[in-house]
């Protein structure tokens, strides 16, 4: 059978150009500041129509996105900030107009930076065992939903947090092929995300990987972000068991209205799956008094930078990227950003059983704290110092008793 590649489904609110609609973060300029940032911007534009002899309104538009862009990158809003970059790059031109030409290099600075950031999660995958622990847990609890079953669909929303091989799922496949009992016939997996490109290049590389195991593997991609999706897109079939899988993702849809996480869990609930996955970190950075969310958020990453120096040496130049273009950008979210543009709302446990609850979901307690434990064991020194505890129906990873993330699941 020739090989398809996989079929990607563009839903969500749009702008003209295809993107997901863009809005300024206000709360980033005072009235005073956005009043010179205007002027400023027709001062550029009546500078291109000068020079350049037309074109004042595309120079404005591309203007206005390279600030948007800019404004994304600096939230930490990395969905926003690679939508723009897709539509600038065919705009901003190294053989264009004088301020095509400067865009270009800006262009070219600002997916740089994002390049560092992907750089610096792909050494905290590595490196930290915090991720991993997620995986690790909501695999095993995947697994023993689909014991017997010859056709699954998993779905998972971030899309294994845009890491770009897939680190998730190529485990979870292999333990599919090599688990005992009849082979699984079919088995679908569909990513939900906003950056299209990404989602395509997991998936066929997934694809392939299973193919190269004798497994039948179906990947679809939803280009979305949570907000967006809808029931109909998951596009489930009748006879498949279907599970949900969300790892260091949900709290990205907290809001102060609690009304966004409120539509995406009735949205996941809609769905019926066997089995939610929910992996978080277990610390509070979504109160509302700014001192309350620093102290939390000191306290907490103290300990995280503490397992670091444990597992590299200090001058480890891996270890200064991954603090500074990781941890640090979260840090810098928590701490310098409100309204729309703070993504980094953790919260406890205690407090997503309330949310879940309220969804309508009830716990499926997971018992597996002697083979987290053992998992555990297993990550060699780096892991010196962290603890597993099983603790309501949950499984925490802290560093020396301070709890970090925090796993558990959902049923219907």
Same mark, same amino acid.
């Given at each position: 059978?020739?090989?398809?590649?996989?079929?990607?489904?563009?839903?969500?609110?749009?702008?003209?150009?295809?993107?997901?609609?863009?809005?300024?973060?206000?709360?980033?300029?005072?009235?005073?500041?956005?009043?010179?940032?205007?002027?400023?911007?027709?001062?550029?534009?009546?500078?291109?129509?000068?020079?350049?002899?037309?074109?004042?309104?595309?120079?404005?538009?591309?203007?206005?996105?390279?600030?948007?862009?800019?404004?994304?990158?600096?939230?930490?809003?990395?969905?926003?900030?690679?939508?723009?970059?897709?539509?600038?790059?065919?705009?901003?031109?190294?053989?264009?107009?004088?301020?095509?030409?400067?865009?270009?290099?800006?262009?070219?600075?600002?997916?740089?930076?994002?390049?560092?950031?992907?750089?610096?999660?792909?050494?905290?995958?590595?490196?930290?065992?915090?991720?991993?622990?997620?995986?690790?847990?909501?695999?095993?609890?995947?697994?023993?939903?689909?014991?017997?079953?010859?056709?699954?669909?998993?779905?998972?929303?971030?899309?294994?947090?845009?890491?770009?091989?897939?680190?998730?799922?190529?485990?979870?496949?292999?333990?599919?092929?090599?688990?005992?009992?009849?082979?699984?016939?079919?088995?679908?997996?569909?990513?939900?995300?906003?950056?299209?490109?990404?989602?395509?290049?997991?998936?066929?590389?997934?694809?392939?990987?299973?193919?190269?195991?004798?497994?039948?593997?179906?990947?679809?991609?939803?280009?979305?972000?949570?907000?967006?999706?809808?029931?109909?897109?998951?596009?489930?079939?009748?006879?498949?068991?279907?599970?949900?899988?969300?790892?260091?993702?949900?709290?990205?849809?907290?809001?102060?209205?609690?009304?966004?996480?409120?539509?995406?869990?009735?949205?996941?609930?809609?769905?019926?799956?066997?089995?939610?996955?929910?992996?978080?970190?277990?610390?509070?950075?979504?109160?509302?008094?700014?001192? *309350? %969310?620093?102290? $939390? #958020?000191? &306290?907490?990453?103290?300990? !995280?930078? =503490?397992?670091?120096?444990?597992? @590299?040496?200090?001058?480890?130049?891996?270890?200064?990227?991954?603090?500074?273009?990781?941890?640090?950008?979260?840090?810098?979210?928590?701490?310098?950003?409100?309204?729309?543009?703070?993504?980094?709302?953790?919260?406890?446990?205690?407090?997503?059983?309330?949310?879940?609850?309220?969804?309508?979901?009830?716990?499926?307690?997971?018992?597996?704290?002697?083979?987290?434990?053992?998992?555990? *064991? %297993?990550?060699? $020194? #780096?892991? &010196?110092?962290?603890?597993? !505890?099983? =603790?309501?129906?949950?499984?925490? @990873?802290?560093?020396?008793?301070?709890?970090?993330?925090?796993?558990?699941?959902?049923?219907?």
């Amino acid at each position: 059978m020739p090989y398809k590649r996989p079929k990607t489904d563009i839903v969500g609110d749009t702008g003209p150009v295809g993107l997901p609609r863009l809005c300024f973060r206000d709360h980033v300029k005072s009235y005073k500041q956005r009043l010179s940032f205007d002027e400023g911007l027709d001062a550029i534009a009546g500078s291109e129509v000068e020079v350049g002899g037309g074109g004042g309104g595309d120079a404005m538009d591309l203007v206005r996105m390279l600030i948007s862009c800019a404004e994304a990158v600096a939230c930490r809003d990395r969905a926003q900030a690679s939508a723009l970059l897709m539509d600038l790059r065919a705009q901003a031109q190294v053989l264009g107009t004088s301020f095509q030409r400067v865009a270009f290099c800006f262009v070219t600075g600002l997916s740089d930076r994002l390049s560092e950031w992907d750089e610096a999660l792909e050494l905290a995958y590595k490196l930290c065992p915090f991720i991993r622990f997620g995986h690790f847990v909501a695999n095993e609890s995947i697994l023993e939903v689909l014991a017997g079953e010859s056709s699954a669909h998993v779905v998972d929303l971030g899309m294994s947090l845009g890491l770009p091989i897939g680190h998730q799922w190529r485990d979870l496949i292999q333990r599919i092929v090599d688990r005992p009992g009849p082979p699984m016939r079919r088995i679908r997996l569909t990513g939900v995300g906003p950056r299209a490109e990404r989602l395509e290049s997991i998936g066929d590389g997934l694809v392939d990987f299973a193919r190269g195991l004798g497994l039948e593997l179906e990947f679809r991609a939803i280009v979305t972000n949570l907000e967006g999706l809808r029931p109909e897109d998951v596009k489930a079939e009748k006879g498949e068991a279907l599970v949900v899988n969300s790892v260091l993702e949900l709290h990205h849809v907290v809001k102060e209205s609690r009304g966004a996480l409120n539509s995406v869990l009735r949205t996941i609930h809609g769905l019926t799956p066997r089995v939610l996955v929910l992996v978080e970190q277990d610390v509070n950075h979504n109160g509302p008094f700014f001192m *309350g %969310r620093f102290m $939390e #958020g000191l &306290h907490y990453y103290s300990a !995280v930078f =503490d397992a670091l120096d444990v597992a @590299l040496p200090r001058y480890d130049t891996r270890r200064a990227k991954m603090e500074q273009f990781y941890f640090a950008e979260e840090i810098r979210n928590i701490v310098s950003c409100e309204g729309i543009a703070r993504v980094e709302r953790h919260e406890r446990a205690d407090q997503w059983r309330r949310r879940m609850s309220r969804a309508g979901f009830q716990p499926s307690p997971v018992k597996m704290g002697a083979q987290a434990k053992g998992w555990l *064991g %297993r990550e060699g $020194e #780096g892991a &010196h110092g962290f603890t597993v !505890v099983e =603790d309501k129906g949950c499984l925490t @990873l802290g560093w020396k008793s301070k709890p970090i993330v925090t796993a558990s699941c959902w049923k219907c």
